[in-house]
């Protein structure tokens, strides 16, 4: 345990579940009866994939892999690999990729890149939060929750070093050291 760092709420849990609410309107017009694969981008994406599959009542799949980016922390490097993979089968599948923050976008565009390649039906991304002005290759995010300021955030899946990902806001660091 490090020192507390001094969180401030951005997002607030009531309006995280406003969010959730209207992509799950967004996605249930889109998805009702093609039976998707939901894939989520583990480790931030958990609460989000729960809290959204939980109101999406019709039938669909659920997959998690993990990606890791060379480097610190809080940089993403472009070289992206995958931990953890895919159990699932893409090709001919409705696939919505599940996603916690696009930031400069490296992770979200390879891993878009690699899925394409496996000929899915139809390729989707939905982020909680998308941080433009980091943006260093374009994304198409085709359902979105939030517009972020360029701060580091934490809570609701979100955390630094592991930490503060089972915060119910979604916060910003004011003490990043
Ligand atoms: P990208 O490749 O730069 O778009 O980074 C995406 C990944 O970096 C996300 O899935 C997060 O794990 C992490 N990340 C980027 N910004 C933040 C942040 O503000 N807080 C926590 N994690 C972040």
Do not use: H, W
């Not at 996603?99 to 139809?122: C, H, N, Q, W």
């Not at 982020?127 to 002005?133: C, F, G, H, N, V």
């Amino acid at each position: 345990m490090g020192p507390q760092p001094e969180l401030r709420i951005l997002i607030t849990r009531d309006e995280i579940a406003a969010a959730v609410s209207r992509l799950v309107a967004e996605v249930k017009r889109d998805y009702q009866g093609k039976f998707p694969l939901l894939l989520g981008i583990l480790k931030g994406s958990f609460m989000f994939m729960a809290d959204l599959i939980r109101q999406l009542d019709f039938p669909l799949e659920v997959d998690f892999v993990r990606l890791s980016s060379y480097g610190s922390k809080k940089e993403s490097s472009g070289r992206i690999k995958i931990v953890q993979g895919l159990y699932s089968e893409v090709k001919g599948r409705d696939v919505l990729v599940v996603e916690d923050i696009v930031d400069t976008g490296l992770t979200v565009s390879f891993f878009m890149d690699y899925l394409r390649k496996k000929k899915p039906a139809s390729l989707k991304l939905c982020a909680l939060t998308d941080k433009p002005s980091r943006r260093q290759v374009p994304v198409a995010i085709d359902y979105l929750g939030f517009t972020v300021p360029n701060r580091f955030l934490v809570g609701y899946g979100l955390d630094l070093n592991d930490r503060f990902r089972n915060l119910p806001d979604i916060c910003v660091l004011e003490d990043e050291g």
